[in-house]
């Protein structure tokens, strides 16, 4: 991107523009181009950049002085309400900051607030050209160095003895055959391959990882783990943040689940659940199905084996099968992390043909699709239908969601 796309992007013209339409049909207003000194890609970016940060980074989108990356690395960039809440765990001011995979900069915008200095490393050099055009913008008068390079060669170019009071690191989903990747050492960068290297840069590190990445194997794996947070926007996982503190080795942390409610909606839903994973609870017995079903948010599902015994602790819940991660109870819990029903047993035949507006099945050995068909239902209505297992039998539940 030359010197001059730079000006007449950032120009009160563009910007303009941008504000205008940003809403408008996306390909049509790139066939459309009306600006013949900006390349299609470089002017669609901004146009997809402006309208996803309406969303994505409200802090960014009133901003006139921020040019936007591909949309693609756009997408994979953290949302701004994820990133405020990991800075929330650092509430404290430190002297340096590391972000060991910048991409576009949205982590390290929230983090630099509370650091001194801070250094970004950013292997992809269309990203971290992008990174350096908006440091000023994003960083104002903060102490950033930003470096075109990966982590494993800063680690052999790069000799200094300065060590970093935080690091993150988001390693790369994807291995370099473009497949979905899930095993912690088949991500890039790969984090148990260089931890002792990190362990000599920095005090504490934050680990990006995504929802799909198996928990209970990459903490057994990453040694110095005193924090998991499992971040869930709409019910929807987001990610899983490992805190590592290398000045402690020992095998308890803390655990929590946290969801993050849209600006607009009141909620008297649990936000954050929190459980160490070291104490020890007394198992109650399994139960039959009562009054009320209770189904866990995405992130608390996500770690249930941990957040089970504090669930039973806090809540008057019982669980209704080993095998079936749902809870139930006589009263309502109403503060319970994650959904929460009104129920009826019910007979297969009474819903031949049916009304309802959705379908759950829980370690009930069909698919919802399946139970559609065979019951020949139609997904309209009001009242729900739970298909699952307790400790006696198979069961068909009615039920009606209590709204908070």
Not at 9 to 28: D, G
Not at 214 to 232: A, G, R
Not at 339 to 367: A, W
Request: charged content about 25%; some cysteine; proline content about 5%.
């Amino acid at each position: 991107m030359n010197k001059v796309i730079i000006e007449f992007i950032l120009s009160e013209k563009f910007q303009v523009f941008l504000n205008k339409n940003y809403q408008e049909n996306i390909p049509n207003l790139i066939l459309k181009n009306p600006f013949p000194n900006i390349p299609n890609t470089i002017f669609g970016d901004q146009i997809l950049g402006k309208k996803l940060a309406k969303s994505k980074f409200p802090s960014f989108f009133t901003r006139t002085d921020i040019i936007y990356p591909p949309h693609l690395n756009l997408e994979q960039s953290t949302a701004e309400t994820v990133a405020k809440y990991r800075k929330s765990l650092f509430p404290e001011m430190f002297k340096s900051f590391a972000d060991f995979t910048a991409g576009f900069g949205v982590d390290a915008f929230w983090m630099s607030h509370n650091a001194d200095q801070s250094l970004l490393l950013e292997p992809n050099e269309t990203l971290c050209s992008i990174l350096k055009l908006n440091a000023k913008s994003l960083f104002g008068k903060k102490v950033i160095s930003i470096v075109n390079d990966t982590l494993e060669n800063y680690f052999n170019t790069y000799f200094s003895d300065e060590i970093f009071d935080v690091a993150l690191i988001d390693p790369s989903r994807r291995d370099g055959f473009h497949q979905k990747s899930y095993e912690i050492e088949d991500l890039s960068p790969n984090v148990i391959e260089l931890l002792p290297h990190i362990k000599k840069r920095c005090k504490k590190l934050i680990c990006k990882f995504s929802p799909m990445m198996n928990l209970s194997e990459s903490v057994s794996k990453l040694e110095f783990v005193t924090e998991v947070h499992l971040i869930s926007y709409k019910n929807e996982l987001k990610e899983i943040c490992v805190i590592l503190d290398f000045d402690q080795l020992n095998q308890d942390f803390l655990c929590t689940a946290h969801e993050i409610f849209p600006p607009s909606r009141l909620s008297t839903k649990l936000r954050t659940l929190d459980f160490t994973h070291s104490k020890k609870y007394e198992t109650r017995e399994y139960s039959e199905i009562k009054e009320y079903v209770y189904i866990p948010n995405s992130s608390v599902l996500k770690a249930i084996q941990y957040f089970q015994p504090k669930l039973l602790e806090q809540f008057d819940i019982h669980k209704i099968h080993p095998n079936t991660h749902l809870f139930t109870s006589s009263t309502p819990q109403n503060n319970f992390p994650g959904r929460v029903f009104k129920v009826e047993k019910i007979e297969g035949r009474i819903i031949l043909k049916q009304e309802y507006s959705q379908i759950i099945s829980k370690n009930y050995g069909m698919t919802p699709e399946e139970i559609v068909k065979k019951f020949k239902l139609k997904i309209k209505g009001s009242k729900s239908l739970i298909f699952t297992q307790d400790i006696n039998s198979y069961a068909i539940l009615e039920a009606i969601e209590i709204k908070r």
